[in-house]
């Protein structure tokens, strides 16, 4: 209802106005833009771009840096940059790093670009400590008759005040089936999903109405300006103090008013489309499975669902600040439609790049096992 | 017609007028020029900066926007004070926010003193009896906001005669009264204002639903209404009871009704407004010893919101369904004020009292929806989310104007506020202080320093006034506005002039910044974290160069200003306000060339409002997919923005003290229009430029009044 509000408004305003061009100051430069989220616990790589200055001529083609230019340190020790699709990517250059020693709590990341006629440009993180799991519960509850599974994740100690968390949740849904030409001709087959889901919050449409940002903030992991879409990645929902009841956090994984319909209301999509967590494994497919090729199967005549088993995951992660905060303004940014038309503040960009743009912001994870779910009756 | 013959007998109208007129205005021209004079004492002999009183006849006469005159946009034109947005009732002043300024009417604190989204000011300027508006050095009697303190009293009632007046302008129709309720004791004055566009539009639409051929009706309308009421009485010379009431409200509403399928309605609508009322009692105890005590009850409110029905059925098919959404704001206060005014002797004149107001604080949104299909159970489901907050805000003040010489007068005061609510306790001592140096019978200097604390915030996500806008109280998340100002200068009154030379320095602190989602609804639950909390800063110098005569008066008021805010979470270094114009000129004139003819100009001019553009543009895959950064707020500035007013008050005498007056207003003469929002935009060589869009044309109104 309010998008069609905004839009209305909007051009009812372009409908009466007149254009009155002006010139811009030029108060930008161009600028190295680089991303890159050390995480304890995984590997993650270097991003980075030109950002060109808005009020000056566009200059989109030139490379900003060299590789050789590029310098990760951990802790003081250096590692290997090499340059993954220096030709394929148009002013999207992605590093990788070898040889980096290993992120512990605490250790400092540190990252400098020489520029290639634009300014240097450097940064440092902390990775911070990784959280702690005590306990995960499923709990089975019945909401104004929707089934709801309520997940109680309860870390080792209360959560202070600034200290900021994110979530992810998985569910693996493994159907075992019996199927064939007859009863006695076939075999089983076990097909595993695993998708992301978004940790939902029982809500009503009134509290999805009341944007408490802090309760509904949901971002893709590497959710930067140069992710080629912009909830590319499973969702994480950005916690803080604020959400935690001392050292627990409670969410629900199938409720039926819960933040995809918040998403829905702005066409955030991306919470909503079950995606591959990009740090899982895929569990090891049975031989023959998936196979492509050759001449289309004839479907089954005879198919029994054995079983129907979900598991699910839950990934904690740690943030610094600077995580918090850039993936909060990437988050907002995306309400941006009314600020562009001078009637709102905008959302603005978080850096903490000295001399260019972007993000080097530290992060740790811990991830739980596989948790059984309820049995869902077999039909 | 052709144009110049109307402006031939529109010349031969006003010229009978103003022959017919001629001596019944000897009488008012001397009273006129004993008043001028004797504000322009008081603003030399009164110790404090950054004061102007407006009395009421001058605030009832001018240019009349809409034919409506405007108590807020004649402040507007005031140096240090930047107007917002075009057309808009905003007042920032000295650098502020627009939401801490302190409007009293009759000492009750207004939370909403607008109509329709901001294009008119509450203030009824019929029933206005004077304004005081401060700008700096607020005295101790005044707190709990930042920025200014605009101090409205409305006219006692004539004890002995029955006065009135009505008028119809462009859009709304105004009627005032007053007179004896019990002769020489006991008054009245009313005040009336009311909207008529929806007069207009309800028939129009009736007609156009009925000639429209299908069964769909299309209904919507906007109307808004003010009263303003005083009753007087005097028990004696000593002692004297006053009621107030004001009540305004606002409704705008659009509806569609469909018969295809049995019934479809969908009703979207707004209603906000304001009542207040207070009964002041004045005793004097003494000619040195005087009192005022106060009570009053307040409240703002808005609801908006939509309801939805469908109920059709299609053989054994049937379906009814409802659906509704409100948001309602409210904020309500009750309270007292308690105020003396001592004359110990020669050398002081001391003001003491006590405040106390009780504030409620609610915002809620509610949704409800139920189906029923049959062979379905029934669906309903109803929720409201917000919660009430309640504080309580009491204070102590006490100030001494202090003659230490005939030359040097010192008004120190200080004054303790205190403001609590749920487990937050806040107080804040606010030391005040205003010197006055009086060099020549004809000149002055003058120096204030005062703290100020503002514990109710405003909860808006946009730069225009909606009625979703609410107000919460502080709390941990979102501690009390304080500010501090120093303010200085020159003030001279050489014959017919009056020229002052101001200056201010303002700090401000805790002050709060939007930063979330963007939406007409601003959050409810945890507000404060949608929230930036930063400082502000703001210095600058006035010129205000004024000549009065009877025949011509002339204003020439001039600002250079700068603005700034820190906000460290989303910038690391101060920026220019949205509001920073660097300079600001208003040339205000009124002449009198007959009796009965006033004719006015004023012609505004401010640099350009400042504007938040992307800084980099970040593409991907060659133009494939491209970002705009937003690095650094309000980067950009607007075009200059100018425009110039005209109009004239043209009353004709009937005879028995009754009169017709009429108003020409033309905002925008020259129908420069100016920019009012702005975006990037490419020119022909793919280059990146500011593509500002302007809104406002030129605006003609006329408005024909009785006065009895």
Known sequence: ?379 | MKLSRILLMLAAVLATAANASAQEYERRDTLETARVTAVKEKMRNTTQTGLMRLDGDKLRSGIAVFGTPDIIKQLQMLPGVAAGNELMSGLYVHGGDGNDNLFLLDGVPLYNITHFGGLFSSFNADVVDNLDFYKSGFPARYGGRLSSVVDVETSEGDMNEYHGHASLGLIDGRLQAEGPIIKGTTSFNVGLRRSWLDVITTPALWYANSKNGVNTNVNGAYNMTDLNGRITHKFSDRSKIAANVYWGRDKLFAGIKNTDLGALNLDVGSTWGTLATSVGWNYDFSKKLRSKLLGYYSRSGSDVGYGFEVDTSEGDVSLRMTMSDHNVCTVGDAGIKYDWDWLPNDYHHVRFGLAAAYHHYQVSRSYEQTRIIPGMDPYEDAKTTGEPYNAFEPALYLEDEIFITYNFTLNAGLRMSMFTTGKHTWWHPEPRAALKWLFTHWGCFKLSYTRMSQYSHLVSAMYIELPTNSWMPSTSGAGPMMSDQIAGGLYFTPGPFKINLEGWYKTMDNMLTYNGANAFYPPITNWETSFTSGSGKSYGLEFEGTYESPKFDFSAFYTLSWSWRQFDAYYPVPFPDHYDNRHKVNLVGTWRPMKGLSVFFNWNYHSGNRITLPTHVIAIGEHAYTDMLFQAPYNSKLPDYHRLDVGADLVTPLGKGRSLDFNISIYNVYNHLNASFAMLDHDENGEYIGMAYGLVPIIPTLSVGYRF
């Open chain 1, 1 to 379: 209802m309010k998008k069609y509000v905004h839009i209305l408004l909007l051009l009812a305003l372009a409908a009466v106005s007149c254009e009155i061009p002006f010139k811009l100051d030029d108060v930008s430069e161009p600028a190295i833009y680089v991303q890159y989220l050390p995480c304890s616990g995984a590997q993650n790589g270097i991003k980075i771009g030109y950002a060109s200055p808005a009020f000056g001529k566009a200059d989109m083609s030139r490379r900003p840096f060299n590789v050789s230019d590029v310098t990760v340190t951990v802790d003081g020790v250096k590692a290997a940059v090499e340059e993954l699709n220096s030709e394929e990517a148009w002013n999207m250059h992605t590093l990788s790093l070898t040889g980096l020693p290993e992120l512990k709590p605490g250790s400092e990341v540190a990252l400098s670009v020489k520029g290639n006629g634009v300014p240097d440009v450097h940064s440092s993180t902390v990775i911070p400590r990784k959280p702690v799991l005590k306990s995960i519960e499923l709990i089975e509850e019945t909401v104004d008759t929707n089934s709801v599974l309520r997940v109680v994740v309860k870390l080792d100690k209360p959560v202070e005040e600034g200290e900021y968390y994110g979530i992810k949740a998985y569910v693996r849904s493994t159907t075992v089936t019996l199927q064939g030409k007859s009863m006695f001709d076939c075999q089983t087959d076990t097909t595993v999903i695993v998708s992301s889901f978004t940790p939902g919050k029982i809500a009503s449409y009134a509290d999805l109405n009341s944007l408490d940002l802090d309760n509904y903030t949901s971002v893709g992991y590497q959710n930067g300006f140069l992710d080629t879409g912009l909830f590319s990645g499973s969702a994480m929902t950005l916690l803080s103090q604020r959400q935690f009841d001392g050292d627990t956090y409670t969410f629900y994984a199938n409720s039926f008013d819960s933040f995809d319909a918040f998403e829905g209301m702005f066409d955030l999509n991306g919470g909503e489309i079950p995606q591959t967590p990009p740090d899982f494994e895929w569990p090891e497919e049975e031989e023959g499975e998936g196979e492509e090729g050759g001449e289309e199967e004839e479907p089954p005549t005879f198919y029994m669902v054995l079983s129907f088993d979900h598991e699910y995951r839950v990934e904690i992660y740690r943030l610094t600040d600077e995580f918090y905060n850039y993936a909060k303004a990437q988050y907002l940014s995306t309400f941006n439609m009314l600020s562009n038309f001078g009637v709102t503040p905008p959302n603005f960009t978080y850096s903490n790049i000295s001399g260019g743009l972007g993000i080097v912001a530290g992060l740790s994870v811990v991830s739980s096992d596989w948790i059984p779910g309820p049995r869902e009756e077999e039909e």
